[in-house]
């Protein structure tokens, strides 16, 4: 399977507690984005990497959330000291390069993070 | 301001009618994208069709047409012939920027198709 995908898909965790997922784009893909979605609503951008660098991060987003993606393949996404307000579905995009195409994104499956 | 705006919570249709879906937007970047995805109940986010901002015509794929009007800042989908499987999330998207670094979504439209 070549397509994008993200783990752990399901994290069960108490408030407080760090958590992290990663997810792995499709490979030749140099853009990435990382998306939060609630219950009922679109996906809320999070941060944009192109290759390893990390050119969109949105003003929504808390001190505690930190995305990496170091070698410009996999990328992680920590959340600190989880709140309640953090459960949601994480969602990560990939797409090809900037400019010679329409960027469409290829999504993964998501991982579902619930802070008790 | 809201980048994409979808005004329509949720829908009905009958099955094998058309159905229309809204979306307005909002950019100053003269070269943008616009994208339907839908999402099913079991989640995954699947692609359904592109508009580019210079694109003369509207883009078709299938059952799926996208009437863009470029003044109104417009990209509503159209789904012909409705089937059942059609019942779903439907978010507008929009990329802009130089690097595509700017992909946002709308807060979407369910779709329910009675037969």
């Known amino acids: 399977d070549t397509g994008v995908s993200q783990n752990p898909r399901h994290k069960i965790t108490k408030r407080g507690q760090n958590v992290t997922f990663r997810c792995d784009p499709i490979s030749e893909h140099n853009r990435l984005y990382w998306y939060r979605q609630t219950l009922g609503q679109g996906p809320e951008f999070l941060t944009y990497f192109q290759n390893e660098a990390q050119l969109e991060k949105s003003r929504l987003l808390s001190d505690r959330f930190s995305a990496e993606r170091p070698k410009g393949s996999f990328s992680t996404l920590e959340i600190q000291r989880t709140e309640q307000g953090d459960s949601a579905m994480y969602l990560c995009?990939?797409?090809?390069?900037?400019?010679?195409?329409?960027?469409?994104?290829?999504f993964g499956e998501g991982s579902r993070l619930t802070v008790l | 301001a809201q980048k994409i705006t979808q005004t329509q919570p949720g829908m009905f249709v009958q099955e094998k009618e058309a159905v229309t879906l809204d979306c307005t937007y909002d950019t100053s970047d003269p070269s943008y994208g616009l994208f339907w995805y839908k999402q099913p109940s079991s989640g995954e986010m699947i692609f359904l069709i592109y508009?580019?901002?210079?694109?003369?015509q509207n883009a078709t794929e299938g059952r799926y047409s996208l009437n863009f009007q470029k003044a109104r800042k417009s990209a509503n989908l159209v789904i012909s012939a409705s089937q059942l499987g059609d019942s779903a999330m439907y978010f507008c998207a929009m990329r802009e920027g130089y690097n595509f670094n700017k992909f946002y979504f709308g807060s979407g439209t369910k779709l329910n198709v009675k037969p």
């Open positions: 995009a990939s797409g090809g390069l900037a400019g010679i195409n329409t960027g469409e994104l290829f």
């Open positions: 508009q580019g901002s210079y694109d003369q």
